[in-house]
């Protein structure tokens, strides 16, 4: 997974150079990317695979098809400033190798809000912003565990929460251009629906979605990679994703 996100930056960056080069067109030829709407609504849908291991109990799972509906709403406090609000619902089905036969099916809530600073640069523009979120998963099993001592997989339910910051590099013109979104939780609070269970004392996630945009985001198509980790734990997925914006409104 490390090499795959290595090798997603360094495509991200090449492409982004590509479009950094239009910037030496005469500035008659070169119309520069606008700054945020006022307000925006996105709405999009991703699919992606994942894995997830819990080195506590030597557990570990390939989750094949991870489904997830977004929606998020943007807003300005004033020409610098501006607001958002996020909310995901993803589900997804695994088998436990541990378990033969047994599948587990994950529903997956997420919401974050914060505020973000953006402005502009010749040929781009940029965005910085910090948040709060909370990612709760909520877990149905296909049987029960016969054993007393609790099974990772088969928690009912598990919520990390933390201090999100955000980042936005745009690269090109209102038309068509270049982006790269991040999202960084640098440490994750864990709760677990049982008491024997315990996560590590240290979780952080990121996420990257490089995306071409295309006439001041109504259409948006990219790929999505993201990871949660510490010591003993990870989850990532990645896949890709396509979203439309209603702006202005």
């Known amino acids: 997974m490390t090499k795959t996100l290595h090798d997603a930056y360094k495509t991200c960056l090449t492409a982004l150079v590509g479009f950094a080069a239009l910037g ?4 008659s030829a070169f119309t520069p990317v606008s700054p ?3 307000t925006a609504l996105h ?11 819990y080195e506590a109990q030597a557990l570990s799972a390939d989750q094949p098809a991870i489904e997830r509906l977004v929606a998020s709403f943007q807003g300005r406090l004033n020409s610098e400033m501006g607001y958002w609000l996020a909310l995901s619902r993803g589900a997804y089905k695994f088998d436990d190798q541990d378990f033969p036969g047994t599948q587990h099916l994950r529903h997956e809530s997420r919401v974050n809000a914060g505020v973000s600073r ?4 010749p040929g781009g523009a940029w965005a910085l912003g910090v948040g709060y979120g909370v990612d709760l998963l ?3 099993s296909s049987a029960r565990l016969g054993d007393p001592e ?4 088969f928690s009912p ?10 980042e936005s590099l745009r690269l090109g013109t209102d038309k068509v251009s270049v982006v790269l979104d991040g999202r960084w939780e640098p440490y994750l609070f864990a709760h677990l629906a049982d008491a024997g269970l315990s996560m590590p004392g240290y979780l952080t996630s990121v996420r990257l979605a490089p995306r071409l945009s295309i006439w001041d985001d109504r259409l948006s198509v990219g790929y999505a990679f993201e990871r949660v980790l510490g010591a003993g734990f990870e989850r990532h997925s990645e896949g890709p994703f396509l979203a439309i914006s209603v702006r202005r409104f």
Do not use: C, I, M
Request: net charge negative; proline share 8%.
């Open 138 to 140: 909520q877990v149905q």
């Open 24 to 27: 030496a067109t005469p500035a």
């Open 36 to 38: 945020p709407a006022d």
């Open 118 to 121: 953006s402005g502009s640069f």
């Open 150 to 153: 609790p099974a990772f997989f």
């Open 157 to 166: 339910w598990q919520v990390l929460h933390g201090v999100t910051l955000n």
């Open 43 to 53: 709405l999009g849908y991703e699919r992606a695979t994942g894995k997830e291991s």
